[in-house]
């Protein structure tokens, strides 16, 4: 049992340079190729995820491109905002965005300005993978099936590591994913009100999404997207044979009985 946590806090903000650039979804798989280059380079300083989807009816898009398919490429630098701009500069001038919302914002707003495109109560199924890589194939199936969704609110959401994540000791914490420079998560997500006919082709289309990522996809998953259909095996590959056998040794010390079972499962062992 968990009695105390303890948490190194770190100064940013509290204005960053933060926000999405978007570009047509047909433009997909230029952006991720200069995308790839881009993380590459970036400064410890800048995080950045994609997202491929639709883009969202927020207040701050015009009305014009609510719902139009699209890659998007989230930043949020945690340094000076002059730094920041200097950072992103190369994203911001690369082909021509449908939509630009980085510049200056607290960061506190940063971080819940996507609130509203998630809201509580809607159905989601997840799947997810670590990547080898970004290379040209693997942009190419992620590009090919991105937008085969029929929900609109389907999206697709790939993350950056690297950085200051890689240099942590790779036996340091219960997190084994320290050599990963991508992973992605395909989030099907429909309305409570629509039937199950909805529901299939949502889950199905985000099933046959990870089958086309198998040739790219290494060992791990992060953890916190896994579904409750991702058997124990799945959770075995989110923490690798030397952390899982370390964390069900733990978990036979203090939780022999498994009371703390309704997770992605550890048994004692």
Not at 109 to 129: M, N, R, S, V
Not at 135 to 153: E, G, K, L, Q, T
Not at 174 to 203: C, K, M, Q, Y
Not at 212 to 227: E, I, K, M, Q, T
Request: proline share 9%.
């Amino acid at each position: 049992m968990v009695t105390l946590f303890r948490f190194a806090l770190h100064p940013v903000g509290p204005t960053v340079l933060a926000g999405p650039v978007f570009w047509p979804a047909e433009d997909t798989a230029d952006v991720l190729r200069f995308y790839r280059e881009f993380a590459a380079a970036a400064p410890d300083e800048l995080g950045t995820v994609v997202r491929l989807g639709t883009v969202p009816p927020l207040p701050v898009v015009p009305a014009e491109l609510h719902w139009r398919p699209a890659v998007a490429i989230a930043c949020c630098h945690a340094g000076p905002v002059a730094d920041g701009e200097r950072a992103v500069r190369a994203l911001r001038r690369f082909r021509a965005p449908l939509l630009d919302l980085l510049g200056p914002t607290p960061y506190a707003a940063f971080q819940a300005g996507l609130d509203d495109t998630t809201p509580h109560g809607w159905h989601y199924y997840w799947k997810a993978t670590d990547l080898t890589g970004l290379s040209d194939d693997a942009i190419a199936v992620i590009a090919d099936h991105a937008y085969r969704a029929r929900s609109p609110r389907s999206y697709v959401a790939m993350f950056h590591l690297g950085g200051a994540v890689a240099r942590v000791p790779h036996d340091a914490t219960a997190f084994a994913g320290r050599a990963t420079v991508h992973n992605i998560v395909i989030d099907a997500a429909w309305l409570p009100g629509e039937s199950a006919a909805r529901a299939a082709p949502e889950t199905a289309w985000a099933r046959r999404f990870l089958q086309s990522l198998r040739p790219h996809r290494a060992p791990g998953v992060y953890v916190n997207f896994l579904d409750a259909d991702d058997g124990p095996g799945r959770v075995h590959a989110a923490y690798g044979e030397q952390h899982h056998r370390r964390l069900a040794e733990t978990k036979a010390k203090y939780d022999p009985d498994n009371t703390f079972h309704h997770n992605r499962n550890i048994p004692p062992g």
